[in-house]
T-cell receptor, first 117, second 112 residues
Framework: KQEVTQIPAALSVPEGENLVLNCSFT??????LQWFRQDPGKGLTSLLL?????REQTSGRLNASLDKSSGRSTLYIAASQPGDSATYLC????????????????FGKGTHLIIQP | NAGVTQTPKFQVLKTGQSMTLQCAQD?????MSWYRQDPGMGLRLIHY???????DQGEVPNGYNVSRSTTEDFPLRLLSAAPSQTSVYFC???????????FGSGTQLSVL
């Protein structure tokens, strides 16, 4: 069964720092990987989706990389701001089919990020 | 464009009661799914649907029923609520199965 682990569980840094959040998964045969952001009491917002054939995706100050062979992904946040404070989750497909395709997502437990002003 | 709308936002039930959590999306998405989020367990998939009339079980389907009669709506039914179903429930949708997922704001359910 696919398992997703995120390290660290919590992180607190001063504003302006560049930081890296880590995600690892046990089965490297993934279809894609998504990074999400969750604010307290809210739903999840998809930040970046990386297909299995891609090495990285960028959106503004966010850059996500994917290394399928080692079962790892990183989310790089440049020049962090207090508004970046949230929980960040990564997710990979839950059900993978031998004929191709996938269904559902399995999530890591997230990294709770606090950016100090 | 409201996105994914869930109702109610909060609900308290007694053990054995039934209820339906509503989910609607206005993005013409084919794929819809339900997750529950519990402290220490993360998000887990309950049921999902790849289109109207088609549903399938996720990781934790027991105690929940779903149906998909229209593209827009995907309600989640609890037939006989149990304290173990106390959780935050999220509905999500995407254009296709493996595409960017859009989440609703969640329903916080407590079963006493």
């Amino acid at each position: 069964k696919q398992e997703v682990t995120q390290i660290p569980a919590a992180l607190s840094v001063p504003e302006g720092e560049n930081l890296v959040l880590n995600c690892s998964f046990t089965d490297s045969a993934i279809y894609n990987l998504q990074w999400f952001r969750q604010d307290p009491g809210k739903g999840l917002t998809s930040l970046l989706l990386i297909q299995s054939s891609q090495r990285e995706q960028t959106s503004g100050r966010l850059n996500a990389s994917l290394d399928k062979s080692s079962g790892r992904s990183t989310l790089y946040i440049a020049a962090s701001q207090p508004g970046d404070s949230a929980t960040y989750l990564c997710a990979v497909p839950l059900f993978m089919y031998s004929g191709g395709g996938a269904d559902g997502l399995t999530f890591g437990k997230g990294t709770h990020l606090i950016i100090q002003p | 464009n409201a996105g994914v709308t869930q109702t109610p936002k909060f609900q308290v039930l007694k053990t054995g009661q039934s209820m339906t959590l509503q989910c609607a999306q206005d993005m013409n998405h084919e794929y819809m799914s339900w997750y529950r989020q519990d402290p220490g367990m993360g998000l887990r998939l309950i049921h999902y649907s790849v289109g109207a009339g088609i549903t399938d079980q996720g990781e934790v389907p027991n105690g929940y029923n779903v149906s998909r009669s229209t593209t827009e709506d995907f309600p989640l039914r609890l037939l006989s609520a149990a304290p173990s179903q106390t959780s935050v429930y999220f509905c999500a949708s995407s254009y296709g199965k493996n595409e960017k997922l859009f989440f609703g704001s969640g329903t916080q359910l407590s079963v006493l």
